[in-house]
């Protein structure tokens, strides 16, 4: 059985900045599947499912959610993410 992520990061499926960066920190995680991604931007985006936070607030700050759902702003998510792909 795999595990969770240990962060998982919203980002908008429309932003070209933001694509280049995913797919970034998607090759630089590999197969360690450390990182998910949830594009805000897609139809099928539920808040619920992600520490509540709506498409208007997402798009506002990078928002991303810990392992345990602690909700993670700006800076913090890069530190995160990147020490989590051995950037840190």
């Keep these: 059985m795999p595990h969770p992520p240990e962060l998982t990061i919203l980002y908008d499926g429309g932003c070209p900045l933001c694509l280049r960066e995913v797919g970034f920190l998607r090759r630089r995680d590999g197969e360690r599947h450390r990182l998910a991604f949830v594009d805000i931007d897609a139809a099928d985006y539920d808040p619920a ?39 840190g």
């Design 49 to 87: 499912a992600h520490g509540g936070i709506g498409y208007r607030e997402a798009m506002g700050r990078i928002h991303a959610l810990s392992a345990d759902g602690e909700v993670l702003r700006d800076v913090e998510v890069f530190r995160r993410a990147y020490g989590l792909i051995g950037l």
